[in-house]
C-alpha cells in the first residue's frame, strides 16, 4: 500500500543516515475506505493527491514544533505491507494511517519537497497551523496558502543530492 509520511528536512537527513523512518508505529495518510468514502467522485490519482496533501498539511505541524528545521514541506511515498497499516484513524482526517513498522529506505518510492520558492509562504504556514487547527479562519488561510505551491518531485536515488540543505 502506498503511505505518505510527512516529515522535514532534517527529519528526511535522519531516514538517509539510519536507512529507515522509524520507530514505529509511525503517523501516515494513505487512500482509506473513509477517504474514498469522503471524496467519491475522485478517481486513484486524485485520492492519492489528497492523501499527499494531508501529509504536506501535517509536515506543517511537525514544522511549527521544530523552530529550527528549514521552512519546507517534505513527503515520503513509501509502500508498505498492507497488514502493516492500521485503519483505524488517529485524527479526524479520512486518510489518517498508522504503519506498524519502521520503513526501510527501499521502500520509499519517492520524495516531495517544496522548491526555495515556498519558503516565506510554508514558514507562514507553519507560525499559523496550531490557530488553524484550532478553527481560526485568518490562520486556516495563512495555512492553506502553503498549498498553492506544489512539492517537488525526487526518485530515492535524488533524495541524497539535498544533502547540503538537509541540516541547514
Do not use: C, N
Amino acid at each position: 500500500m502506498r503511505v505518505y509520511l510527512p516529515s522535514t528536512l532534517p527529519g528526511l537527513a535522519d531516514v538517509l543516515a539510519k536507512g529507515e523512518a522509524g520507530p514505529a508505529p509511525l503517523d501516515g495518510y494513505a487512500v482509506t475506505p473513509a477517504l474514498r468514502e469522503a471524496y467519491a467522485s475522485g478517481d486513484d490519482e486524485e485520492l492519492e493527491y489528497v492523501a499527499m496533501l494531508a501529509a504536506a498539511r501535517q509536515s506543517l505541524r511537525l514544522l511549527d514544533a521544530d523552530p529550527d528545521a528549514p521552512r519546507r514541506r517534505v513527503v515520503l511515498a513509501v509502500d508498505v505491507p498492507d497488514a502493516q497499516v492500521g485503519w483505524q484513524a488517529y485524527d479526524d482526517d479520512p486518510a489518517a494511517v498508522t504503519v506498524s513498522a519502521e520503513v526501510p529506505l527501499k521502500a520509499v518510492a519517492s520524495g516531495h519537497v517544496d522548491g526555495l520558492e515556498a519558503v516565506t509562504d510554508v514558514a507562514a504556514a507553519a507560525d499559523a497551523i496550531a490557530a488553524a487547527d484550532a478553527g481560526d479562519d485568518d490562520a486556516s488561510f495563512t495555512a492553506d496558502s502553503a498549498e498553492a505551491h506544489e512539492l517537488a518531485w525526487y526518485a530515492t536515488q535524488e533524495l541524497q543530492y539535498l544533502d547540503g540543505e538537509l541540516g541547514s
